[in-house]
């Protein structure tokens, strides 16, 4: 059974500086897209950034620079570091992964990211 597994996730302040993780368990061909998705308290879940094939990524456009998405695309990783946190990045942080030989989504279990002011 494949699943992806994030870690990385915490309490910082404002300004600060967090890297999340995220590895697959389970046998499977390499995903053609690996990323992270966030959703904050009363609000929908949200792209973050997305890396294809471990070369080409898009981020969404409140990133702003602040935040960098690289992975291995033969070892199904994807890490996201994030810079100059704001307590507007407080939410649940997942991890997704897209396999055109699955022909569905992958989600892991989310990691808490708590900016403070």
Partial sequence: QVQLVESGGGLVQT???LRLSCVTSGSTPSFHAMGWYRQAPGKE???VA???SGVTSNYNDFVQGRFTVSGDYAKNT???QMNSLKPEDT???YCWAYSYVHGRPFWGQGTQV???S
């Fill in 45 to 47: 879940r949200e792209l």
């Fill in 50 to 52: 997305v890396i294809h």
């Fill in 15 to 17: 300004g600060g500086s």
């Fill in 114 to 116: 708590t900016v403070s």
């Fill in 78 to 80: 994807v890490v996201l």
């Fill in 91 to 93: 939410a649940v942080y």
